[in-house]
């Protein structure tokens, strides 16, 4: 960290700056510019609370310099993580092949499942998504299926040889989802429940991470590191999309976060254009620009008939969009020398 | 909900959507404008997925018109919630009085607890907070004393007569939170942790809710629904702020959520001018405008030394400054016709 | 600044930023950090381009150390500024006395503008205000009067002996706005038009400089700057609200920028609680909480007939709930210290 | 437009908002759910001000249905715009042809844009960029050599035969700029400045047009329609990103945009990934998107020596970078159909 001090600060505050620095078990250097005096810590101060230093008087403010993260960060671990998925089939994300994730928002019944399962490996998906806990801002709509639905993932799951992929909510489901699931998802809105990426963390299961809705790019990879550090290395980030004030879309789709992550990070990054846009019409140009942008895989919602989905119609493509959007995908992810 | 025709749509695409409404068990209106047609539904679509129609071909989007909460609406309970917070004291929020509640970001032992929790009971405070589970972004940072600090934060509330607030984490620290303080506080990481709304919808405190991140003031709302809808009617909100652009603060406290709340809801709202703003000096110009705003109470942090305050020592206030805020916030309180 | 070299970076590559800050004329030091190396710049770089450093191989990224404004700052003018704006009754603002700028949205004609004004002085407004020249997002709406509404500004202004402030849009307007008006206003969409705030700052009449939408807190100090670079001193600033995703509310009103304002400028501050929410119900309690905040001034819109405003009616306060919030207001300010 | 009343509101509260659309020359027509009653409008209502009806007692708000803008949507104009952007290659945007924009951020002498043009020109560029006028956030800096580097831009546009755009910040440049350049910028600050749309509007060069950053997609054609309005119909869209609580990045970059363009209007769209990202490491794989998800060109910086660069050095691709780039763009414009 480096402690900035206000202009005009006097020596007592700097010298309590740098003997609190002392205290935290860290070297202090104070440099004195024309206008400003810093002072820069030296050791490892991850562990350190900067608020201690923001509260000294004459403090204007304080720099991190360090990355937080540690085991998620590409300093740490120089080449790609390449995560196996699971099932007969057990494709890799993190490789050299695009992996193509798709399914229905929310496991209705059997035979829906099944038709959409065998379409999306015809079409060249490489691992099924489907939602039997359904985290619902709205009380009052359907909360999925449940137990029931996991059975009937797993079964898909067995009959095309994909790996399956749902979400876990909370850490009393963390068992029952990890007994019938490949793959296990941390949805936008828990990126931040700690408690619970400590319950994954403790599975063998790989976890498909997505960004929160108004996260950093520190926060994901100290999400993932939460994950990484209760003994479960095989995280896969998901970039999902933000908030911001665009109204034209459900959530605003940074792209650059995967080049960012790329840089900053040796885990694998998946993009979801579904819920990143909330506009099935949008889905196959994202996910085509997410291929040529470097990801690792895409997740895509897909539906025998959206306008009857109970969930997330709206983004779903159909199985006929889905084939077309997989040759379009393909195209691109040769262009940048991937294989899907 | 209003379904809004995309320009140019055919007759087949108005009948697929009138068609749709009826499945829905919902009665239609369909609307010949000179550009454009909307189909309006009536009848409560509340737990009706408005992403089947957005799905339908030829429609443009979909607009809500009622509100999607019901129980946490004002229509629904046109007086305002009084809510008793327990202890000895008992103090109320959504009253005539406002209520500060005040105390330690971490309990880091006995005697700063003390110390604080008598201070701020003589400057005038009527609730004591303090936490003992702390969701900490960085997992190599402290994470709070636990069940320990908990024991002490109750001694604290029986000794000075001020009921205790203090966060609930996860679903398993339910019942130990519950059996050591008055209100349970659902932290701002956990707005959308419907599990966790559920579970301490079925316990008999209060508790205090905070408005998540990037939350809409309809889904901070909602949020306080899957609460009262469990069973537990006595929900206090709490804006702490919101993400933005802002890089001056830690976070945007936007203030007109008091007269929206106000407006839409019977529940009380008090105001956390710390996280909303990360920066002490701050926080008691933010505090006065929050009380001249119409806030039922304030929330913030207090320390007897904040630079060796082991969290959030930046935002919080010395007892001194705590008690200079109490005279300034009285005098405002009572411009507006309030006591405090 | 002090350039953070990414971990791992070689010795050539904080060479090249040595040498590079040398060529800038400033001095470097290097500090080698157990797991980083930073390099700060001794000196005053603020006209100095960060790019480059950043452009350099090895470079994680560049942080900046000093303001980047000068002559609007506290430091440099350790005193607030007070400015008076002219007119007969020439109120001043940032001294003791709160100031209150009311008026209609739009000037629509002769009769409704005399009717306004007297009603907002009676009730104890001491400026008013009035569009002219109308920025419209829709190029199909209403574009404002023109001189003809400024020659009606001006007459209302003699007759009342309130100040008049108004917009000035492009720099051809600020002859002709300058003839008639006491304060010119820069409004939000253009405080990053550099060309206007140069002319504009060549005038002698007090400028009100609106934030804009998206803008940075030192984006809208060096805003100020330009203004009085360019030779004129007496930039009022105005927080009208920023672009968020909340949903309930034209704009985030983020109140915190009247103490972050006061801690970094010697320029008064006011706020408009009317552009700041766009909802009329609300502008009465966020009006009382920016003062409450420390504001130096309000600014809203009064209209005598909001349902037939020609603009921003849905904002617009009837002349009794301008004359109502005008008490409360009142009150608000002798409780912390001000007159009104 | 649709005014959606507070549920509870009383008949006089509909009959004055119906007796108000009937005064705006507009059918009405009511419709009473069970819960709420709305009022749909009948008619053009794009020019009339939706506030007068927010003002109405009982009113909850007022929602849009028509696209605000006539003549850049596509219902106006079905088949896809293309601009030809003159100089002696004329080459065209909106076609086949994926247009490459490229050269320095600045103008800072004769060599080295001669340099640069040559080396864009041989790589495929077909269109030179390069600031003449610059708007600078801080007024210490750089602002450009103004007309001087107009006539060193037309020199090199005649020599290499590229057309050249450059942008105009105030309606005084439009002449002067005009007279050198074949493509007219307006840079996103100025996106909202409708004086100088207007002014542009009345020339007859093709006007590329930066979106705002924190503009909605509603008001970024707006800003467009006040240009074809003006009388001039080639204008070229471009995405430059926008501002977020992100801050890996300069600015967010929604390739969203793209597909959201293509389907609401007819005129082309760039993609600005330099200032969309802020960093040149990001840049070739955010240009490859923009390219995948169907964008009509690319706009880059490019300098012989970044770290050396007056203005955007960070961001500033070598001439080596630039060319490398220049090739992965055209494997995969071939892979979506187009060509480079």
Redo the contacts between chains.
Sequence with gaps: M?V?MR??CQKPDVD?VVH?VREMGLKD?V?V????T?V?L???D??K????????PGVDRV?D????YKIASR?THPEPSVIPLGGALNPKVGGKQVCMMAGPCSIENRSMLMEIAHAVKEAGATCLRGGAFK????????QGLGEKGLEMLAEAGEETGLPVCTEV????QVLVVAKYADVLQIGT??M?????LMAVGKTDKPVLLKRG??A????FL?AA??II?SGNPNVILCERG????????RN?????T???VK?ESHLPIVVDPAH??GR???VP??A???????ADGIMVEVHCD???????????LTLDAFAQMMR?CR??A???GREL
Aim: charged share 20%; net charge negative.
């Design positions: 480096i900035v202009a005009g309590r609190l250097h440099i510019g024309t206008e400003r810093v820069a030296i050791g490892d991850r562990a609370d900067k608020s201690k230093l923001e509260a000294c720099v310099i360090l990355a937080p300093q985290p619902r801002t709205n009380p009052y709509e359907f909510m909370s850490i009393d809105r828990n931040h429940n700690f408690n619970l809705w108004s950093t790019l520190n926060e100290l590191e939460y550090q933000i908030r911001t004030h665009e109204d034209h879309v605003t789709l940074p792209l650059a995967v080049p960012a840089r990143g846009t099935a019409y949008m140009s994202m085509r620009a997410a291929i040529a942008a470097g959206p306008q009857h989905a109970w969930t997330d119609g709206a983004q779903s379009e195209a691109v040769e262009a940048v």
